[in-house]
């Protein structure tokens, strides 16, 4: 598992599983399986501007992006990318 990805990974199991990783897979979906709710993605988002240096716009809030550690991590390497 790659370094960002065991980060978001360590960040909600902590923050949302209370240290219980249980099943969490980079695929797993964090508002189907009832990880996430919607408070908790605000949450979310504070964490990756604060640890990845990005910017997370309002039209990027959709489950492609912030729904799993997979969709996560190909989304903040797409913005850190094209931000360079």
């Known amino acids: 598992m790659s370094d960002m990805k065991e980060k978001i990974r ?3 199991v902590e923050n949302f599983l209370f240290g219980d990783a249980g099943e969490l ?3 797993t979906s964090f508002l189907n399986d009832g990880i996430i709710d919607s408070t908790g993605i605000l949450e979310l988002v504070d964490y990756i501007e604060e640890n990845f240096g990005i ?3 309002d039209d990027e809030l959709v489950p492609e992006n912030l729904d799993s550690i997979k ?3 190909a989304y903040i ?5 094209s931000a360079a």
């Open 25 to 27: 897979k980079e695929d």
């Open 71 to 73: 969709n996560l991590e």
């Open 77 to 81: 390497t797409r913005k850190t990318q």
């Open 55 to 57: 910017k997370v716009e």
């Open 10 to 12: 360590s960040f909600i």
